[in-house]
């Protein structure tokens, strides 16, 4: 029979005991190893039936076993002692509270659709979510005073399972918030604190607010799910990416305008300090900055000098390479969500729509394109790998007409996972003989190459009895996981004694787990079939794969490559040595990652913005085995893997083209990989490939550690942001707003009129390297102060087409006064200092102090060349 209702009863815990409940409801626990093990210690079977998670754990215990626990002093010892490491963790000074006062802000928001922090609050469905995690995690282990804010879902994201014939099946477990580590924000007098979010036909939607501590982090989740809204209301926050236009639009929205008001009433609560900077982690939240738009304006500032004041404080991180991937909305949508009873008073819907208008970046699609508004209301943006970053400058080049794309102002942090969380106990436990616990941590947390060096001198059979054991144990979580997928597919016990041989231990083993989107071709491998059954069951040199991964649940095309892989991988000949796991997640992938000698990851060129997987491999002494795409092209060395040949920019079909990427893939795996893992020496240890494994911890562990990410946005971003911030007070806003209006009233009257080089120091169009050649420029500027604008000389070598190439920006300065016809002289040196065709133009561009480092042009998209074909440019050749 069926429950009428259901509720959660938390155990009492006797008073020696209560710490646990602390150490239970902060998520650290979920990458602090030593208080891991003392939840184990409790009950090691009642850990793992709790998926190791202490909430449930806690709530499992029996109250004999709770009663004997509070009599064990050895328990009560270790028990004191993680509570006493938690408070030092908490409130101790840590790399943030070492840097420079009063530069730094006093808080940042990070705003994401997802958070993967650990399996227990099953809050994400991929790489963007682990990364929103990892970005937290890491903050907290450096004292960054991050405030996380998302959606929870009560459905999550889904869970994943074959039919007999191999075909995804989703399904979607109720979450009750009271299971999870989770606590409600309570106002003063206990009540829950809402959010209120209003919608078309004088409409409210309240939100309550949930609370995860994430080590220092405070992770605020909205829910939606509240008896006062509407049935249609209560299930906005559902699923992860579920529903249609309509779902998803108030998701983001109540993601964005909700969030913020769900940080301003946190911060009222408790005295967190107010951000100073919002971070919109890719253009789900992109309207947060509505919000605080709104906020200004109701301070008194109009919409304009509110706009420069919200852009100022706000970092936008994109993280997709195709504009596919990018969620857009029917402009009529949102006009009725942001109309005349719609959510933000004193802001007109046209300005709103104007932000998100795609006009510009494409040619206009009558959509509306959250990307492009997170990039309207940014001051500062970004992609996630320097490749990606190149990708993005080129994707979003419409919204900067008149600059080249290396101008665009997006620049890049590439993404680093955080290695506490993803690095397996027992290569932890060689770290920490090798270098010494303090050392370690520092080089888990911080980054930093000083203390990395040392892994590069660890006996080489110590590695490789390492490797071994971590393989050894993939192997046992492999056939349980098998085991289980094919009983829920309908196989009986007595027909599954075969999977006793799955895998084995001393076999070259390759990793393949992640979303199923087309583009990251989880089939590639499967082009020539023959070829790879011959890889499969070589004799001599055979190699093992284990596949995981999920497709969105209305993809049915990834749906197809998933069970064409499972289709292959249930062939009795070869199913020993390939499998797929379903319900690739958080607990899946901390086994998979350090048991996997190779990660391959083979995705169509250049659209993975980074690619972390194989970044946590790496970390566990796993090769990569890559396309250069992501962060693999940036840092690819021959001593970390092998870089798979692409024939991206060739003039194939996308057909040919994979035929051509997984032949070279094949010949990596039969000609390079196999051999150098299968060549032993005498005491049977492949010394090559130890060598490279010594070499991918010391040479790839300090940079891909989500410490060095997160310092990077701190110094190249955040306090940049916060300084930017603080500079626009209302005053200073009002001036920056009315100056960009009147540069726009006057800028098509801006003028190059006439440019003069002096003579070269050479013959006629040769000069000599070290030379100067003096320029000048007259320049009309209508109403505009010399001060208004930078009249700049671009210079650099020149290509057959006289293309600029390394371009170098040389600012030329006023002389004297306008001339009769209201003309304004330039003039400066041009220095030569490369050798070889070299060309040089002028341009006018806006610049104004309040604006970063001097920005004026690409902040306005506003720019004069001289007129083409008048003989103004030139151009000198050096030898």
Known sequence: MKAIRRFTVRPVLPTPLRPLDDLARNLRWSWHGATRELFRAIDPDGWRQAGEDPVRLLGSVSAARLTELAGDEVFLSRLAEAAADLRDYLSGPRWYQSGPAGDQPAAVAYFSPEFGITAALPQYSGGLGILAGDHLKAASDLGVPVVGVGLLYRHGYFRQSLSRDGWQQEQYPVLDPAELPLERLREADGSPALVPLALPGHRTLHAQVWLARVGRVPLLLLDSDVEDNDPREREVTDRLYGGGSEHRLLQEMLLGIGGVRAVRAYSRLTGHPAPEVFHTNEGHAGFLGLERIRERVADGLGFEAALEAVRAGTVFTTHTPVPAGIDRFDRDLVARHFGEDGELPGLGVEQVLALGSEEAADGGSGLFNMAVMGLRLAQRANGVSTLHGQVSREMFAGLWPGFEPEEVPITSVTNGVHAPTWVAPEVVALGARTLGADRLTEALTVGGSDHWDALAEVP????????????????????????????????????????????????????????VPSYKRLTLMLRDPERLRRLLLHPERPLQIVVAGKAHPADDGGKRLIQDLVRFADDPAVRHRIVFLPDYGMAMAQRLYPGCDVWLNNPLRPLEACGTSGMKAALNGCLNLSVRDGWWDEWYESD????????????????????????????????????????????????????????????????????????????????????????????????????????????????????????????????????????????????????????????????????????????????????????????????LDRTGPFGWTVRVVPTHPLLPDGRGGTELGLVAWPPQGTGEEAGVLLR
């Open 640 to 831: 970390f893997g092998w870089a798979i040949p692409t024939a991206d920019g060739e003039a194939v079909g996308e057909e040919r083209r994979d035929e051509l990427e997984a032949g070279a893939l094949y010949e990596l795996l039969e000609d390079r990989v196999a051999p150098r893992f299968y060549d032993r020496g005498a005491d049977g240890v492949p010394d090559r490939w130890v060598e490279m494994v010594r070499r991918t911890l010391a040479g790839l562990g300090p940079k891909v550690v989500a410490g060095r990410m997160v310092r990077e946005y701190v110094e190249r971003l955040y306090a940049p942001a916060a300084r930017s911030h603080r500079a626009l007070t209302a005053p200073a806003a009002t001036e920056l707003a009315d100056w960009k209006a009147g540069v726009r009233q006057a800028w098509p009257a801006v003028t190059v009129d006439h440019v003069e080089a002096g003579p070269c120091p050479g013959e006629e169009d040769v000069a000599e390297l070290g030379g100067t050649v003096t320029l000048r420029v007259r320049v009309g500027l209508d109403r505009l102060a010399p001060e208004d604008v930078e009249v700049q000389v671009i210079a650099g070598r020149v290509d057959e087409a006289d293309r600029i190439t390394g371009a170098a920006t040389t600012v030329l300065k006023p002389v004297g006064g306008a001339d009769l016809a209201g003309r304004r002289l330039y003039e400066g040196p041009l220095l």
């Open 460 to 515: 080489a059979a110590e590695v490789w009895e390492l490797r071994r054991t971590l393989r050894g144990r993939l192997v046992t979580e492999v056939r349980d996981r098998l085991r289980a997928s094919w009983r829920r597919r309908g196989a009986a016990e007595a027909e599954l004694g075969w999977i006793d041989g799955v895998l084995d231990p001393d076999v070259l083993t390759v990793g393949f787990a992640r979303r």
